[in-house]
């Protein structure tokens, strides 16, 4: 195809580097874009995990070979660096390394691959700055755009659009401060019951509150209430360095339960002389002082989760106590309401309305665990993507369009190069029609005639051209396909980064081998010949 030949044929040979990396592009290519299949996962001990996230199938794939780690290490940081883009990297990965095994049929010498594949990134990652769009502010309706095209087809469309937009309102809600925003998923329940909190949600099964208490029918919703926060334990304390209390009669008996009793009497007095309607202690709670707060219309909660209480403790503006006798009302805070909610088998309190510092808890729901885990990675890679947008502040056309115009560039650029560089260009481009074709071979059309479609439309000026979820060439912006622009900019760079690792390895042990059978007796000054080192002196 290239046209070029050389008398070397020992680079027919099948490759095992290249095609551990390879066939790791080939497990991984079908679950590409909106139309992509899932893949079962079997772990050692029969777990099965369904996904069609790639990030998640390459990372619980158990992968031995040297050269399948370093693409999986690849894929590892894209997803840890910009949440999305995996597979994309890991089907550059083998479409470049099909590339190179093509030129290096034609003769072509691993070095000249690697640095004309250096130079063909440098001139695509020049040209990607065309593409690129400014995103105006972080109101911009192309961010949940953005957010919808990162998760499509890791469940129906309507519920990954549905949890797009929740992670954008939330998002929003709390200017943007990550911080501030909880997720919090839930088994049990319809996917469409996930709603977006305004305020702090904490589960009560991890604070093993008595139900009890907080069944309490006036216990139910608390408006504007005072909340105060302990952060000890509230109880009769015991006495210091005292083994056991040995009572002699039945009187001493009675005096000291009416001394326990005025105790629990005195704290639940405290408390609500405070004015306190919610009380949130960071320690257990003594039972009897608990059912006795709960009868006087105050909500205990015990064991609150010490993350949790130091958030509630900000947003509503309560100063933590460390025993209820220094409980003033001046102690007390606030939020809009206090509601106690059973989500699934879980009891959970729901502080809507942080005046404090605002806060927002997305509570998300799936059938089984799995898919409640699921739905919250879903979320995750909404977050992730959204920040990477802002932090970048431009976004490209999703749909292979960009791959697809770059691949026109280098087409162009190439016919400029005088040497061998350019059969390497134009091996780099059709690597990067690999994504096109991949997307229109997974949505079931021909690629080939895709990806004419495309660049006829690319030729006539609509660069934003690339395959539709139904497989056909569309125009992305229309569609609202996007991306942003450091997602592929960095699939791009890893995928020539660890092609290079892998070429330069595989260089490297095809020569020391080659020396060995041949005596050392290589002349390795064989640029002139542009061929193999091994090549030269036969
Ligand atoms: P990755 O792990 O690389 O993110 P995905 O399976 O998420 O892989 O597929 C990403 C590709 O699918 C990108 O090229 C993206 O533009 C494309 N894509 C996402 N949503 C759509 C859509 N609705 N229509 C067409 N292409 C889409
Ligand atoms: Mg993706």
């Known amino acids: 195809m290239l046209g070029e030949t050389t008398d070397d044929d020992s680079n027919n040979e099948p490759n095992p580097t290249q095609t551990a990396a390879g066939e790791l592009a080939d497990a991984i290519r079908t679950t590409l874009g909106p139309n992509g299949l899932d893949k079962m996962v079997v772990g050692e001990n029969g777990t099965v995990i369904v996904t069609n996230d790639g990030s998640k199938i390459i990372e619980w794939m158990d992968i031995t070979h040297p050269v399948g780690r370093l693409v999986e290490q690849a894929a590892a940081a894209q997803d840890n660096t910009v949440g999305d883009g995996t597979t994309t990297a890991v089907v550059l990965v083998g479409a470049l390394l099909e590339e190179a095994a093509t030129l290096r049929s034609a003769g072509l010498h691993p070095t000249t691959i690697i640095d004309g594949y250096g130079r063909a990134v440098e001139a695509a990652l020049d040209q990607l700055a065309q593409y690129e769009r400014g995103l105006h502010s972080r109101q911009d309706d192309r961010l949940t755009q953005i957010a919808k095209t990162a998760v499509t087809g890791r469940w129906d469309d309507a519920s990954t659009d549905r949890f797009a937009e929740l992670t954008l309102s939330a998002l929003q809600a709390i200017g943007f401060d990550r911080s501030r925003l909880t997720l919090k998923s839930y088994p049990g329940g319809e996917l469409r019951e996930s709603v977006c909190l305004d305020g702090v949600l904490v589960d009560l099964e991890t604070s093993s509150t008595s139900l009890n208490a907080l069944s309490h029918p006036r216990t139910r919703t608390h408006d504007e209430p005072a909340i105060a926060m302990v952060d000890a334990e509230i109880g009769i304390e015991e006495p210091n360095n005292v083994e056991s209390v040995e009572l002699q009669d039945a009187t001493q008996r009675n005096a000291f339960q009416a001394h326990e009793q005025d105790r629990r009497t005195e704290l639940v007095e405290q408390v609500v002389q405070s004015g306190v309607t919610v009380l949130l202690c960071q320690k257990s709670i003594d039972e009897a002082v608990r059912t006795a707060l709960a009868q006087q219309g105050v909500l205990p909660v015990e064991r609150t989760r010490r993350d949790e209480f130091d958030v509630i403790a900000r947003a509503t503006g309560s100063t933590p106590v460390m025993s209820v006798d220094d409980l003033t009302a001046d102690d007390t805070g606030t939020v809009g309401s206090v509601t106690q909610r059973t989500v699934g088998t879980a009891q959970t309190l729901v502080l809507q309305g942080c005046p404090e510092e605002h806060r927002a808890t997305l509570l998300l729901r799936g059938g089984t665990p799995h898919v409640a885990e699921e739905v919250r990675r879903i979320v995750a890679d909404c977050i992730d993507v959204t920040r990477v947008a802002l932090d970048d502040g431009v976004f490209v056309p999703g749909g292979g369009a960009v791959p697809t115009a770059l691949a026109m560039d280098l087409a162009a650029l190439s016919r400029e190069i005088p040497d061998r560089t350019q059969l390497v260009f134009d091996g780099f481009g059709t690597a990067l029609e690999a994504l096109p074709r991949t997307l229109a071979t997974n949505a079931g059309t021909d690629p080939l005639t895709t990806l004419t479609g495309i660049k006829q439309r690319h ?67 064989h640029a002139a010949t542009g061929g193999y080192p091994w090549a030269v002196g036969h």
């Open 459 to 525: 030729d006539a000026g609509a660069e934003t051209v690339g395959v539709g979820p139904d497989g056909h060439p569309r125009d992305m912006i229309d569609a609202g396909i996007l991306e942003p622009a450091a997602v592929f900019r960095s699939a791009l760079q890893r995928a020539v980064a660890v092609v290079t690792q892998i070429l330069r390895v595989d260089d490297v042990v095809r020569t020391s081998t080659n020396e060995r059978t041949a005596g050392g007796e290589h002349d390795h000054a």
